[in-house]
């Protein structure tokens, strides 16, 4: 019987031991009405109009100026277009009164370059490329200018299916999910980007040869996410290296809308691997995180459903942590969310370096932890025969001597751009 959190969050409740989680903010504002933005209603004519008379090989120069538009933006079977504009802050396109279409701008064409503009307000995804080969994402941000809401678009970037992509020198902030995201997609650079203040602030779900290097995720919910979902057309991701990267204060409130996964992603989570095979992380500095800094599950201890019919892997296996620095923050760690309720019964008011389920296939050594600092605090729960918070504590071991181990190092396809 695999371990219910919503059996251990009834658990740890009832527990002898009770926190009590003060958080009082007094917030003055003393401001005078905002200027007005003065919106180049021609510049978004001629936009829009570009847009849709494209050439395959065009160049669309956005100009320095604020556009708004109330309708999404897309460009359909043209290839080698490049949408270019005069910089991040400077080239804004606004949807903050859309009143048609999920998306800012949706595109799904081949060979396409976005670079130097800005995308805000959107009401479902910033950016979102689909089934596209040979996608360039270069400075471009995606934000929302209202702050953290659940009625925010759920992805900044958001390439999915697609293969040959390359992110690099972007900002994303408030996405309800994900603020840079790869989804089912091959051959994927992601580097130097800076991800703040969303839910998850990079992830890469279901991807193959994905290299993700000198990226900044601050302030966000979960600061890096690495996931194999199942009912997806791609199933199992591989060839996945997480290296030189900051992941540091992800400790934002969790603002996603109920019912997905990462809706259960309790505040103060550095990084989460899901499910997922043939992974290395390392020389990454993963700081001042309140309740995990890393945490490495299977897909059954998310208690969701999942088929097997399209070859889903529920484990994680291949995975290799090393070098990396932990360093937590003095704090108690979440207990909003059922995962971070779990830990405080276990560690009672402890955050933790590294976490693991213990739920394996067999017998094998599918995990090693090697070189990430001294005095780590680390679990595994080996949670496959828990049933309830009393049978945890029995069963978590504190030992990492099993894990200390190499695994082979693996190549990563790079994009063919």
């Known amino acids: 019987m695999y371990l219910s959190l919503s059996t251990l969050s009834c658990r740890f409740i009832n527990m002898r031991f009770y926190f009590i989680y003060f958080s009082a903010c007094l917030l003055f504002l003393s401001c005078a009405d905002a200027p007005s933005v003065s919106v180049d209603e021609e510049g978004s004519e001629k936009i829009l109009l570009a847009l849709l008379e494209a050439d395959s090989g065009a160049v669309i120069e956005i100009p320095e100026g604020f556009f708004a538009f109330k309708r999404s933006l897309s460009l359909d079977g043209v290839s080698g277009v490049t949408i270019k504009g005069a910089g991040m802050g400077k080239s804004i396109l606004s949807f903050d009164n859309q009143i048609d279409g999920a998306e800012g701008l949706l595109i799904k064409a081949d060979q396409i370059t976005l670079e130097d503009f800005t995308i805000q307000d959107s009401k479902g995804d910033a950016i979102k490329v689909q089934d596209a080969e040979g996608i360039v994402f270069r400075r471009v941000e995606t934000t929302w200018t209202h702050g953290a809401n659940e009625t925010n678009g759920g992805y900044g970037i958001y390439p999915v299916g697609c293969t040959s992509v390359l992110i690099e020198g972007c900002e ?53 996410l690495i996931f194999d979902m199942p009912g997806l057309p791609q199933a199992n991701g591989y060839n996945v290296k997480v290296y030189d ?76 942590v090393h070098d990396n620095t932990f360093e937590r923050r003095r704090a108690i760690p979440d207990i909003t969310k059922e995962f971070g309720q779990m830990l405080n019964g276990l560690f009672i008011g402890k955050p933790q370096d590294i976490v693991i389920d213990g739920i394996f296939e067999n017998a094998d050594v599918h995990l090693c932890l090697k070189n990430n600092g001294e005095d780590l605090r680390f679990a595994n729960l080996n949670a496959e025969t828990a049933s309830d918070l009393g049978d945890l504590k029995k069963l978590v071991d504190r030992n990492m001597d099993r894990f200390n181990c190499d695994l082979p190092s693996f190549d990563v396809t790079p994009p063919a751009l």
């Open 245 to 320: 990267n900051t992941v540091r204060s992800n400790n934002h409130k969790n603002f996603a809308p109920e019912g997905g996964v990462v809706s259960t992603l309790p505040p103060g989570t550095g990084m989460l691997i899901i499910a997922h095979r043939d992974v290395e992380v390392y020389n990454n500095e993963v700081t001042d995180y309140k309740t995990l800094g890393l945490g490495v599950i299977s897909w059954y201890f998310t208690e969701r459903p999942f088929e097997t019919d399209n070859g889903f892997d529920p484990y994680y296996t291949n995975v290799s």
């Open 172 to 224: 994303a902030s408030y996405a309800a999910d994900a603020g840079i995201y790869v989804g089912q997609s091959n051959q994927v650079v992601m580097r130097d980007n800076y991800a703040h203040h969303n839910v998850a602030g990079i992830e890469i779900e279901n991807s193959r040869n994905v290299e993700a290097y000198n990226n900044l995720a601050e302030e966000n919910t979960g600061g890096l």
